[in-house]
């Protein structure tokens, strides 16, 4: 059976989410580079995740794959004009890390924010796996859904790719990389846009 994705509705899914993108960003190379100690990983992902959950779960678009009421995947879009409270998103950070930590981190965080597009557009903020399920088209799945209608809207779409693994997957999808930011030689990001169709 091919994954079927849906909305993610329920405080159980809401907390399957979390749990399923901490699972899937755990060997992150960008994020764990950044949160470097697993305490702080541990403490600062649901935060920082969660902020972003809240605002696309108001416009439910937060999506799940589940099998046999397990969710294997997850999804986080913010449409245009939607957007997580900036103080939320960096609060788990703030606690988590040191000054020195943050230091290291804002330049790079101040890189990727260049390089959002400032037309309208879909954000594809976080979307992940549990590696046990990876291979297995949840990925697809949940990109081809949401990706139909940001086709039907005509507007573009826009991410950030913190695993060069994932960069093949993308670009069958469309997206094309604008640019790389280097934290370390293990720990990059590549900014990808989708045009619109």
Do not use: K
């Not at 370390?184 to 990001?189: K, L, P, Q, T």
């Amino acid at each position: 059976m091919p994954p079927t994705v849906t909305p993610a509705r329920t405080e159980t899914e809401r907390s399957a989410v979390l749990g399923v993108l901490m699972l899937a960003f755990a060997a992150d190379p960008f994020l764990r580079w950044m949160l470097r100690r697993p305490e702080a990983f541990v403490s600062a992902f649901p935060v920082f995740a969660g902020a972003f959950l809240d605002a696309a779960w108001a416009v439910e678009c937060a999506s799940v794959v589940a099998r046999g009421g397990v969710v294997q995947a997850a999804s986080i879009w913010m449409p245009p004009g939607v957007a997580p409270d900036p103080d939320a998103v960096f609060a788990g950070l703030r606690d988590a890390l040191s000054e020195g930590e943050i230091a290291a981190a804002l330049p790079n965080l101040v890189e990727i924010g260049g390089f959002h597009p400032q037309e309208p557009h879909w954000y594809l903020a976080v979307i992940g796996v549990d590696p046990r399920c990876q291979g297995e088209g949840c990925g697809s799945a949940l990109l081809r859904q949401t990706l139909a209608r940001v086709d039907a809207d005509g507007l573009p779409a826009y991410l950030e790719s913190s695993n060069a693994a994932n960069l093949p997957l993308y670009q069958r999808f469309g997206f094309e990389v604008m640019g790389e930011i280097v934290a370390d030689e293990h720990a990059r990001i590549w900014p990808m846009f989708r045009s619109r169709r």
